[in-house]
């Protein structure tokens, strides 16, 4: 080869370097607004960190459960019969868009499984919509505050979802969007029994009312069975995160009513609000009593934890629930400065394996998945160094 021909060979192949690198970067570039972009519609307004009693509530739930008369509930339902429902609730948010703007209207099963999996990790729709997919459907503000859920255990679940101790705000936002639907169809209704439901134990009002709280002094001070065994007797439950089936990881309980019958709307939610103020005022004592004795511990112990998010390279789902708890018990008391709740609450969400997976892009199997944690934890934290 001549040395002018070796000379163009060497610059083609700087050029063709060059030219890949510029091209891998621009790739990088567009995974990463990808990823952004997705990441902005895993937030909720419930995550916002706002509300009364912010700081130990972290939201507040009322899902009313309905049906339509002479329609059998979706379990026994034909294929026709679940269609027409789908259809008739789908005309109804399409001709009421001034009484319903900003909604949208999801076929579930047209949703990719992944995707599925992310409106459960957001407290959107129930495991069963996952599974049970054909004519059934979600409708959401675009806020997220108020949902319907189509053809799920009944033909609608009406939800609102707040930040913070909202127990009458929500149901006051609950109950107006029910009055809407009701003017669109014959909801099944018993004179003496009230609304009919699939589940017995929702028979009455239909009325579930839930607030989400977070208890580390209780937990740390080892009074919580005590507390929570108090709480089953006034016939509340208690679960975890997501609901009935799950375990309480991160020092997340949800209480409950369970008892839909015999009592007025009004009587259910305010009996959970009184029940709610009293383990705040029982988790306030607690927190006084941990600093009292040992602020450094505390200090220490939320600094640790703090530490650990930022630098970890694997962090499994019930490890970074416990490390987030630790985090936000600091930031409550004033231990750890510039983290906004609204942080914290949203890597709630964002650790969860859907949503991973849905940041990603692609499958991850459980390794992956801790690794990705890590990952996506330390991009939102590190800008509260």
């Not at 029982?282 to 450094?296: D, V």
């Not at 609204?342 to 690794?371: F, I, M």
Request: glycine share 6%; hydrophobic share 40%; with cysteine.
């Amino acid at each position: 080869m001549s040395s002018d021909n070796h000379e163009k060979h060497e610059e083609k192949q700087t050029f063709s370097g060059k030219s890949s690198l510029e091209e891998i970067v621009r790739q990088n570039k567009e995974l990463e607004e990808q990823e952004e972009e997705r990441r902005k519609e895993l937030y909720s307004r419930w995550m916002e960190g706002t509300g009364p009693d912010a700081e130990f509530v972290i939201s507040t739930r009322v899902r009313l459960a309905r049906n339509i008369c002479n329609f059998p509930f979706p379990s026994l339902a034909s294929d026709e019969q679940l269609e027409k429902i789908f259809g008739m609730v789908e005309r109804t948010f399409r001709e009421h868009q001034d009484k319903l703007p900003g909604f949208r209207f999801l076929n579930i099963h047209a949703l990719p499984p992944v995707y599925r999996q992310v409106l459960v990790e957001k407290h959107l729709i129930s495991p069963l919509l996952t599974k049970e997919t054909y004519a059934r459907a979600l409708a959401v503000a675009e806020d997220e505050v108020v949902s319907f859920m189509v053809n799920e255990e009944d033909h609608f679940r009406i939800q609102c979802i707040l930040p913070g101790l909202q127990l009458e705000q929500a149901w006051l936002t609950a109950s107006r969007y029910d009055d809407l639907l009701e003017s669109q169809v014959d909801y099944a209704f018993h004179e003496e029994l009230g609304f009919l439901t699939a589940c017995p134990t929702n028979v009455g009002t239909g009325l579930r009312v839930s607030v989400m709280l977070h208890l580390p002094a209780l937990v740390i001070t080892r009074r919580i069975n005590h507390i929570l065994a108090a709480v089953n007797q006034v016939s509340l439950a208690v679960r975890g995160l997501y609901g009935e089936g799950t375990e309480m990881t991160g020092n997340l309980f949800q209480i409950s009513n369970q008892i839909t019958l015999g009592q007025s709307e009004e009587e259910i939610w305010q009996n959970l609000y009184g029940v709610t103020r009293q383990l705040i005022n029982q988790e306030k004592k607690a927190r006084e009593q941990l600093l009292n004795e040992g602020r450094e511990k505390l200090e220490d112990r939320a600094g640790r934890a703090f530490g650990i998010l930022l630098h970890a390279r694997l962090l499994t789902s019930q490890e970074a629930m416990q490390l987030l708890s630790d985090v936000r018990l600091g930031v409550d008391l004033g231990l750890i400065k510039k983290i906004p709740t609204r942080v914290l609450n949203e890597l709630l969400v964002v650790t969860r394996p859907g949503c991973l997976q849905y940041l990603k892009g692609r499958p991850l199997n459980a390794y992956e998945r801790d690794l990705e944690r890590a990952v996506q934890i330390q991009k939102i934290l590190q800008d509260y160094k």
